[in-house]
């Protein structure tokens, strides 16, 4: 019995097509404007932070627990290295949460009168993320720090 | 949320002169988010500390901006120099009119 | 053949024991199950949020209420002498009653200050019953059955055995035969009353036992205990003569 080969290749094209077709499908589900529009908020907030300027990563050493069980209140310590002199010091120290609904957690200012550039404060976690803090110097210049974290239960949007 | 609250600071009475001290500032405060909901669907409004400063003889020393992310009875650790003897001042303010002030003593030789 | 019996038939009684005389489990703390920074929180009192309450309640005992113009200080005097190793007994039978910790304050309101009794889970409340608790932190629970709370604390012990609500579950189901197991990525605690009032993260606020309870019964799905019930008494008296040892945490932190 002789395959009739002149089908194979019209059933062959669509075959592809119906492939390209899933393709897109499944990387429309993955698209970045669904899963990361959070994200953009706290790039854009640390946008502002900069001022368009070049943040460099370095000098911020932020910690955070990495299994959170309730985000109403979670432990973050947030320190950057630095002398701390009148010439040399950290002027600002800003907190950035790209899974919360607002990205901005706090923005600590310091002096050269601080000693020590370290914040340890309690914060609410929305979900499991990455939170982002980036140190301003007195120079002028940006350093950044992340760290990442699992939320197992979410601090803002709870039903009371 | 009442308009002030219970606040506690923690730091040594007493340091040498130079030396690097730690603060622990806590104040009793809610902190309500804003992104909360009652069971019947309504919005909780927004209601939080926004600020608090610290001020060594009268200089502000530290200052920091709270938003909705803080949480509730917010705590701050932070450090600073002791340079001299004298008061340190901290203040909290924050919506509807909240105000809470404490202060501690240091003596530093 | 024989070699096999006797191990066997060891096994077997041993098997037959244990299912009518459950293993006392050693009894632990759900502190035991809490991250490092949510213990730090706990331990120290410049971190633990739940202390503002203990403040409050200083202020509370010193303050004079009532028709009877009584503060608790007129009839206690210095709360850390009067109210030591106090809250550990607590629930217990006074003049024939059971009384739980709140419950005694409320009498002491109505009885002896001529006041209203406070609500429960209000910060007047929340803040006497933290600050008596206060005073017995580290101490061991201390309360025993006897001939006079025997018949309360066999209801109790009903009540915690008895399957319930929708979900048609008893407490000892969980955290008896379950405890230590993951219930939604979480460990399942004994679920034992040592560390009330608690400061609890999901609440972010101080709360009661019987706050807690009433979590536990709309979790599966079924009528909670009234605030002050008997029922509610009963079931707390007896879940803290089961972690009777264990030393009290108050005022502590959960998650």
Redesign the interface.
């Given at each position: 019995m002789d395959l009739d080969f002149s089908f194979q290749p019209h059933r062959r094209r669509w075959l592809g097509r119906f492939q390209k077709l899933s393709l897109l499908a499944i990387g429309a589900w993955f698209s970045p404007l669904t899963a990361f529009a959070k994200k953009e908020d706290a790039t854009k907030a640390i946008q502002d932070i900069s001022g368009g300027k070049p943040v460099q990563e370095g000098k911020v050493s932020l910690v955070i627990p990495p299994l959170v069980e309730n985000g109403n209140l979670v432990v973050l310590k947030v320190s950057v290295e630095s002398p701390m002199t009148a010439t040399n010091y950290v002027k600002a120290i800003h907190v950035i949460a790209e899974g919360n609904p607002l990205p901005n957690i706090f923005t600590a200012y310091l002096t050269p009168r601080s000693g020590t550039a370290s914040i340890t404060t309690r914060v609410r976690l929305a979900d499991s993320q990455t939170v982002w803090a980036i140190a301003q110097m007195n120079d002028g210049s940006f350093w950044s720090g992340h760290a990442e974290t699992l939320v197992t239960l979410s601090a803002c949007t709870e039903l009371v | 949320m009442s308009k002030t609250s219970r606040t506690s600071i923690t730091m040594p009475a007493s340091a040498k002169k130079g030396a690097i001290i730690e603060i622990r500032a806590i104040a009793q405060h809610d902190m309500e988010s804003g992104f909360r909901y009652t069971e019947s669907g309504k919005a909780i409004a927004r209601d939080i500390i926004r600020m608090f400063t610290c001020t060594y003889n009268d200089i502000e020393v530290f200052k920091m901006d709270f938003y909705p992310g803080m949480g509730a009875n917010p705590l701050v650790i932070f450090t600073t120099v002791a340079t001299e003897t004298g008061t340190l001042e901290f203040k909290w303010s924050g919506d509807d009119g909240y105000e809470a002030i404490n202060q501690a003593h240091i003596t530093v030789s | 053949m024989k070699r096999f019996l006797i191990p066997f038939l060891i096994s077997a009684a041993g098997f037959v024991m244990a299912a009518d005389n459950p293993p006392k489990q050693k009894l632990q703390s759900s502190y035991e199950l809490?991250?490092?920074?949510?213990k730090?929180?706990q331990d120290d009192p410049?971190?633990n949020?739940a202390?503002?309450w203990v403040?409050?309640g200083q202020a509370a005992w010193n303050e004079k209420t009532g028709t009877q113009n009584q503060s608790c200080a007129g009839c206690h005097g210095d709360v850390k002498k009067s109210m030591r190793g106090v809250a550990s007994q607590f629930p217990k039978i006074i003049h024939s009653k059971l009384q739980t910790l709140e419950g005694q304050i409320n009498q002491c309101r109505t009885k002896a200050q001529g006041a209203n009794p406070l609500a429960y889970e209000s910060k007047p409340l929340l803040s006497l019953t933290a600050l008596v608790a206060y005073q017995s932190k580290g101490m061991p629970i201390a309360v025993k059955e006897t001939a006079a709370n025997k018949a309360d604390l066999q209801k109790g012990r009903q009540s915690f055995y008895e399957r319930m609500g929708q979900l048609n579950l008893s407490c000892a189901q969980c955290h008896e035969d379950r405890a230590a197991l993951k219930l939604?990525?979480?460990p399942i605690p004994q679920g034992h009353p040592n560390a009330y009032p608690i400061y609890r993260?999901?609440w972010?606020?101080l709360g009661s036992l019987q706050r807690r309870l009433r979590n536990c019964m709309s979790g599966v799905r079924a009528q909670q205990y009234e605030y002050g019930s008997p029922e509610m008494a009963q079931l707390e008296l007896f879940l803290t003569w089961r972690a009777r040892g264990l030393p009290l945490e108050s005022p502590g932190v959960r998650?």
């Open positions: - | - | 809490m991250t490092p920074e949510n730090a929180m410049s971190l949020p202390m503002f403040v409050d939604g990525g979480s993260l999901e972010q606020t998650p």
